[in-house]
């Protein structure tokens, strides 16, 4: 890897009329989120120009926003996408839960910082300007990047968590969604894991099937994307790509959010639960669902 040689590959695929597309992805796509970092910096010092700013000046639509994504450092993608999804028009409520319900402790701190450093607000202050009632409080409780992150389980208190779950939604008339917070959002995952197991021996049904009947909307896909997230990451990351592109039209901000955040992480795992899941590989799906240049860099960044 030559920092200096893919800057002056991306300044030749913009320079004069036209721009040489294929260049650029085939580029960017080659090298991983701080190499690209590294050609940043190189075209700068070597160019005299904004790389960030020339590529917004040739490229457009989702295409563009696939390459800046990437040329995004991981946190700040994360950032951005936060900030988006609080402060745009309307509140993009799937994109808030996504991001906070799928990343790590560390990688929650992480964004913490950078988003008040960026903002000059906390993104904790934000989700409570922008949500309300219980769904403000899982978000709120989910921000603090506070879950056990151990690996030691207590078969007593899976008991009474799976227990304590049961009471509070299935065996009451109304749901205590305060006992499905505080044990869903704060449990570490092999506890939970087994509290699982536990709650569907008590209630005779999963506790996904629980939390449809006891929840709804935004509340219900919060506590959902949790559970889902605590058993296979890459499996609630294929079912968010399967229905951004099923049906009429493209939820384009899921597709590219994922397929940019995660294809340096487990996009391998992502498109095998995908098949598994679908019968068809994700190739085949985005294939199908976009076109031109927006197609042609997602289907790199899928690993096709």
């Given amino acids: 890897f030559c920092a200096e040689e893919e800057a002056q590959a991306l300044r030749k695929a913009m320079k004069g009329l036209g721009t040489d597309e294929d260049a650029i992805i085939e580029t960017l796509t080659k090298l991983n989120v701080?190499?690209?970092?590294?050609?940043?910096?190189?075209?700068?010092?070597?160019?005299?120009r904004d790389l960030i700013d020339d590529l917004?000046?040739?490229?457009?639509?989702?295409?563009?926003?696939v390459i800046i994504g990437l040329m995004t450092p991981t946190t700040m993608y994360d950032v951005h996408e936060l900030r988006r999804a609080l402060k745009g028009a309307g509140t993009d409520e799937g994109c808030l839960i996504e991001i906070l319900a799928s990343r790590t402790n560390a990688e929650i701190r992480h964004i913490n910082e950078n988003y008040k450093l960026q903002y000059g607000s906390t993104l904790e202050d934000d989700i409570v300007s922008d949500t309300s009632s219980m769904f403000r409080r899982v978000l709120v409780s989910l921000a603090t990047g506070n879950r056990d992150e151990g690996t030691f389980?207590?078969?007593?208190?899976?008991?009474?968590?799976?227990?304590?779950?049961?009471e509070a939604g299935e065996k009451k008339w109304g749901t205590d969604e305060v006992q499905f917070m505080s044990i869903l959002c704060t449990r570490n995952r092999c506890h939970l894991l087994r509290v699982f197991d536990v709650y569907?021996?008590?209630?005779?049904?999963?506790?996904?099937?629980?939390?449809?009947?006891e929840m709804s909307g935004d509340l219900e896909d919060a506590l959902l994307a949790v559970v889902k997230c605590l058993r296979n990451k890459p499996a609630y990351?294929?079912?968010?790509?399967?229905?951004?592109?099923?049906?009429?039209?493209?939820?384009?901000?899921?597709?590219?959010?994922?397929?940019?955040?995660?294809s340096e992480i487990d996009m391998l795992h992502i498109r095998r639960e995908f098949q598994a899941m679908y019968g068809k590989s994700l190739h085949s799906f985005i294939k199908g669902d976009c076109s031109g240049d927006y197609r042609k860099v997602l289907l790199r960044l899928c690993g096709g």
């Fill in 34 to 48: 701080s190499q690209r970092q590294q050609v940043l910096i190189t075209y700068k010092s070597t160019i005299g």
């Fill in 56 to 65: 917004k000046s040739e490229l457009s639509g989702n295409f563009e926003r």
């Fill in 153 to 166: 389980v207590d078969e007593a208190l899976a008991q009474q968590d799976a227990q304590c779950l049961y």
């Fill in 200 to 213: 569907r021996v008590i209630a005779n049904k999963d506790i996904t099937e629980s939390i449809k009947s």
């Fill in 237 to 262: 990351f294929a079912e968010r790509l399967y229905r951004s592109m099923k049906g009429l039209g493209t939820d384009d901000s899921t597709l590219i959010r994922v397929m940019v955040s995660r």
